[in-house]
């Protein structure tokens, strides 16, 4: 794979996803919950990449909502 997967950091679930197909990589996404005093915060709907593992032939894009805006 030569994406380099550091640039798909933080950014939103969407625009990495756009990425990936367009580069043809395969991907699996796997989301990801707050800590629990996080939970009754309302979130913005945005969905950011938190982290990507390289597994034998795809990525796994660990994501979360972004709760911080």
């Not at 625009?15 to 979130?43: F, Q």
């Amino acid at each position: 794979m030569s994406l380099q997967k550091e640039k798909l950091l933080a950014s939103q679930l969407g625009d990495a996803l756009e990425i990936l197909a367009k580069n043809e990589i395969k991907y699996k996404l796997k989301e990801t919950k707050p800590p629990l005093k996080n939970i009754k915060k309302s979130n913005s709907k945005h969905k950011r990449v938190i982290r990507i593992k390289e597994k034998a032939d795809f990525l796994e894009i660990i994501w979360s909502f972004q709760y911080n805006r």
